[in-house]
Protein backbone atom coordinates (compact mmCIF):
# COMPACT_ATOMS: atom_id res chain seq x y z
CA UNK A 1 0.00 0.00 0.00
CA UNK A 2 3.36 2.13 0.48
CA UNK A 3 4.92 3.46 -2.87
CA UNK A 4 7.44 0.75 -3.71
CA UNK A 5 6.70 -0.74 -7.22
CA UNK A 6 7.23 -4.38 -7.64
CA UNK A 7 9.84 -4.46 -10.24
CA UNK A 8 11.89 -2.19 -7.56
CA UNK A 9 11.51 -4.64 -4.93
CA UNK A 10 14.32 -7.38 -4.77
CA UNK A 11 13.07 -10.56 -2.54
CA UNK A 12 15.11 -13.52 -0.99
CA UNK A 13 13.65 -16.20 0.83
CA UNK A 14 14.90 -19.61 2.44
CA UNK A 15 17.36 -21.55 0.43
CA UNK A 16 17.73 -18.21 -1.89
CA UNK A 17 19.20 -15.86 1.49
CA UNK A 18 22.96 -16.97 1.54
CA UNK A 19 25.48 -14.45 2.27
CA UNK A 20 26.38 -14.31 -1.35
CA UNK A 21 23.41 -13.26 -2.74
CA UNK A 22 22.52 -11.10 0.39
CA UNK A 23 25.69 -9.58 0.01
CA UNK A 24 25.50 -9.02 -4.45
CA UNK A 25 22.15 -7.60 -4.31
CA UNK A 26 23.10 -5.39 -1.57
CA UNK A 27 26.28 -4.12 -3.86
CA UNK A 28 24.15 -4.17 -6.83
CA UNK A 29 21.86 -1.21 -5.73
CA UNK A 30 25.48 0.93 -5.12
CA UNK A 31 24.99 1.39 -8.73
CA UNK A 32 21.08 0.88 -9.41
CA UNK A 33 20.25 3.67 -6.51
CA UNK A 34 20.92 7.36 -7.35
CA UNK A 35 20.75 10.47 -5.27
CA UNK A 36 16.81 11.11 -6.14
CA UNK A 37 15.96 7.55 -5.00
CA UNK A 38 15.12 6.28 -1.72
CA UNK A 39 16.58 3.08 -0.06
CA UNK A 40 15.18 0.36 2.00
CA UNK A 41 16.66 -2.65 2.96
CA UNK A 42 14.72 -5.42 5.56
CA UNK A 43 16.12 -8.46 7.23
CA UNK A 44 14.46 -10.87 9.15
CA UNK A 45 16.35 -14.10 10.45
CA UNK A 46 18.76 -14.95 12.66
CA UNK A 47 21.66 -12.43 14.20
CA UNK A 48 25.01 -13.08 16.00
CA UNK A 49 27.45 -10.97 18.24
CA UNK A 50 31.21 -11.88 18.88
CA UNK A 51 32.06 -10.85 21.82
CA UNK A 52 35.82 -11.14 20.81
CA UNK A 53 35.85 -8.74 17.99
CA UNK A 54 32.79 -6.91 19.46
CA UNK A 55 31.06 -7.20 15.91
CA UNK A 56 27.43 -8.56 15.30
CA UNK A 57 26.48 -10.09 12.14
CA UNK A 58 23.11 -11.22 9.81
CA UNK A 59 23.23 -15.40 9.63
CA UNK A 60 22.50 -16.27 5.94
CA UNK A 61 20.70 -19.55 5.60
CA UNK A 62 23.73 -20.88 4.26
CA UNK A 63 25.54 -19.63 7.68
CA UNK A 64 27.20 -23.15 9.71
CA UNK A 65 27.20 -23.04 13.95
CA UNK A 66 29.96 -20.59 15.66
CA UNK A 67 31.31 -19.94 11.92
CA UNK A 68 31.47 -15.86 11.53
CA UNK A 69 32.99 -16.83 8.39
CA UNK A 70 29.79 -18.15 6.70
CA UNK A 71 28.03 -14.59 8.55
CA UNK A 72 27.16 -11.22 7.02
CA UNK A 73 29.29 -8.58 9.53
CA UNK A 74 27.72 -5.20 10.15
CA UNK A 75 31.28 -3.75 9.38
CA UNK A 76 29.99 -5.26 5.55
CA UNK A 77 26.59 -4.39 5.36
CA UNK A 78 27.10 -1.00 6.47
CA UNK A 79 29.93 -0.20 4.48
CA UNK A 80 27.91 -1.15 1.22
CA UNK A 81 24.57 0.86 2.58
CA UNK A 82 27.10 4.07 2.85
CA UNK A 83 27.90 3.58 -0.93
CA UNK A 84 24.35 3.83 -1.77
CA UNK A 85 23.73 7.09 -2.97
CA UNK A 86 20.30 7.43 -2.14
CA UNK A 87 17.98 10.68 -0.90
CA UNK A 88 17.10 8.38 2.26
CA UNK A 89 18.08 5.11 3.12
CA UNK A 90 16.07 3.26 6.18
CA UNK A 91 17.54 -0.15 7.10
CA UNK A 92 15.10 -2.23 9.08
CA UNK A 93 16.76 -5.17 11.15
CA UNK A 94 14.29 -8.28 12.85
CA UNK A 95 17.14 -10.40 14.15
CA UNK A 96 19.22 -11.21 17.75
CA UNK A 97 21.38 -8.49 18.78
CA UNK A 98 20.70 -6.28 15.42
CA UNK A 99 21.34 -3.39 17.67
CA UNK A 100 24.62 -3.79 17.43
CA UNK A 101 24.53 -1.92 14.13
CA UNK A 102 23.88 1.61 15.78
CA UNK A 103 27.15 3.55 17.01
CA UNK A 104 27.05 6.20 19.59
CA UNK A 105 24.35 9.53 19.19
CA UNK A 106 22.15 10.52 17.54
CA UNK A 107 21.39 13.25 15.35
CA UNK A 108 18.55 16.11 15.76
CA UNK A 109 15.61 16.99 14.02
CA UNK A 110 15.83 19.16 10.74
CA UNK A 111 12.48 21.17 10.32
CA UNK A 112 12.46 19.78 6.99
CA UNK A 113 13.43 16.42 7.18
CA UNK A 114 12.99 15.51 3.89
CA UNK A 115 15.43 17.88 2.04
CA UNK A 116 18.33 16.06 3.84
CA UNK A 117 19.70 13.16 3.45
CA UNK A 118 19.36 10.33 5.77
CA UNK A 119 20.89 7.22 6.75
CA UNK A 120 18.41 5.34 9.73
CA UNK A 121 18.16 1.60 11.11
CA UNK A 122 15.28 0.11 13.16
CA UNK A 123 16.26 -3.02 14.77
CA UNK A 124 14.27 -5.51 17.08
CA UNK A 125 16.24 -5.50 19.47
CA UNK A 126 19.41 -4.38 21.62
CA UNK A 127 22.59 -6.96 22.20
CA UNK A 128 20.39 -9.79 23.20
CA UNK A 129 17.88 -12.65 21.51
CA UNK A 130 14.53 -11.44 20.09
CA UNK A 131 11.28 -13.67 19.51
CA UNK A 132 11.01 -14.94 16.41
CA UNK A 133 7.55 -15.34 16.05
CA UNK A 134 7.66 -19.36 15.93
CA UNK A 135 5.46 -20.09 12.69
CA UNK A 136 4.08 -16.31 12.46
CA UNK A 137 6.00 -13.39 12.09
CA UNK A 138 7.75 -11.80 14.89
CA UNK A 139 6.67 -9.55 17.34
CA UNK A 140 8.70 -7.52 16.09
CA UNK A 141 7.84 -7.66 12.67
CA UNK A 142 3.76 -7.93 13.58
CA UNK A 143 4.27 -4.67 15.01
CA UNK A 144 5.69 -2.93 12.52
CA UNK A 145 3.22 -4.40 9.78
CA UNK A 146 0.40 -3.43 12.02
CA UNK A 147 1.06 0.06 12.45
CA UNK A 148 1.97 0.14 8.49
CA UNK A 149 -1.45 -1.32 7.72
CA UNK A 150 -3.47 0.75 10.10
CA UNK A 151 -1.63 4.21 9.37
CA UNK A 152 -3.93 6.68 7.61
CA UNK A 153 -1.76 9.11 7.42
CA UNK A 154 -0.87 10.48 3.53
CA UNK A 155 2.48 10.48 5.05
CA UNK A 156 5.02 9.48 7.62
CA UNK A 157 8.19 9.74 8.65
CA UNK A 158 10.44 6.94 9.74
CA UNK A 159 10.80 8.60 13.22
CA UNK A 160 7.29 7.67 13.40
CA UNK A 161 7.42 4.58 12.60
CA UNK A 162 10.69 3.85 15.06
CA UNK A 163 8.93 5.60 18.30
CA UNK A 164 5.60 3.54 17.75
CA UNK A 165 7.67 0.25 17.37
CA UNK A 166 9.58 0.70 20.46
CA UNK A 167 6.90 1.59 22.74
CA UNK A 168 4.81 -1.04 21.46
CA UNK A 169 6.73 -3.85 21.43
CA UNK A 170 7.97 -4.55 24.86
CA UNK A 171 4.77 -4.47 25.94
CA UNK A 172 4.33 -8.06 23.67
CA UNK A 173 7.83 -9.40 23.70
CA UNK A 174 10.54 -9.61 26.42
CA UNK A 175 13.32 -7.25 23.98
CA UNK A 176 13.87 -3.69 23.65
CA UNK A 177 14.03 -2.29 20.01
CA UNK A 178 16.07 0.38 19.05
CA UNK A 179 15.79 2.95 16.28
CA UNK A 180 18.20 6.02 15.42
CA UNK A 181 20.03 7.63 12.61
CA UNK A 182 23.09 5.56 11.18
CA UNK A 183 26.30 7.62 12.05
CA UNK A 184 29.02 8.21 10.06
CA UNK A 185 27.50 6.92 6.63
CA UNK A 186 26.08 9.86 5.37
CA UNK A 187 23.44 11.00 7.19
CA UNK A 188 22.12 14.39 7.01
CA UNK A 189 20.01 14.68 10.09
CA UNK A 190 17.25 13.94 7.33
CA UNK A 191 14.19 11.56 7.12
CA UNK A 192 12.79 8.60 4.83
CA UNK A 193 9.55 9.72 4.52
CA UNK A 194 6.77 7.02 3.68
CA UNK A 195 4.09 7.90 1.44
CA UNK A 196 0.99 5.78 1.30
CA UNK A 197 -0.51 5.20 -2.11
CA UNK A 198 -3.28 6.68 -3.18
CA UNK A 199 -5.76 3.88 -4.53
CA UNK A 200 -7.33 4.50 -7.56
CA UNK A 201 -10.95 2.72 -8.20
Same mark, same amino acid.
Given at each position: ?15 ? !? ?17 ? +? ?43 ? @? ?22 ? /? ?14 ? !? ?14 ? +? ?30 ? @? ?7 ? @? /? ?9 ? /? ?11
Amino acid at each position: IYNFEPENVTFLKDEE !ATRQNIYNRLREYVEIVGP +NDNFMLFFAGHGYFDDLLNEGYWVPVDGELNSMGDYLSNSDILKV @VKEIKSQHTFLVADACFSGSLFMD /GNRGYIENVEKFRSRW !ALASGRLEAVSDGSTN +NSPFTRTLLNYLGRNMKEKIAVSEVVQYVKFN @VPEIADQTP @V /GNPLRNIGDEG /GEFILYRRTLEF
